[in-house]
């Protein structure tokens, strides 16, 4: 069974970075697109950024010059370095693999908590 694990949220004071991990884990053979979303209370949920296979990146217009994706392939593991942190920022951050032979899974959700 491919699970999607995150880790690294919490709370930080306005200006503060945070750094997100998300693992997948299990019968593995290649995974494409990898990404990170977010939910805020009250709001559908947005895209943050997302990097191909190949490294190839997109940002949100709101993250873009703060944050930072990445990926390491041999540890199937995705990043998130988030800094310059605002209130705006706060929710629920979900982390989401395009597993080959599998399909798009998520993860559980880390909660960010910026405070002003």
């Known amino acids: 069974q491919v699970q999607l694990v995150e880790s690294g949220g919490g709370l930080v004071q306005a200006g503060g970075s945070l750094r997100l991990s998300c693992v997948v884990s299990g019968s593995i053979f290649s995974i494409n697109l990898m990404g990170w979303y977010r939910q805020a209370p009250g709001k559908q949920r947005e895209l943050v950024a997302a990097i191909t296979s190949g490294s190839s990146t997109n940002y949100a217009d709101s993250v873009k010059g703060r944050f930072t994706i990445s990926r390491d392939n041999a540890k199937n593991t995705v990043y998130l370095q988030m800094n310059s942190l605002k209130p705006e920022d706060t929710a629920v951050y979900h982390c989401?693999?395009?597993?080959?032979?599998?399909?798009?899974?998520w993860g559980q959700g880390t909660q960010v908590t910026v405070s002003s």
């Open positions: 989401n693999a395009d597993v080959g032979g599998v399909g798009l899974l």
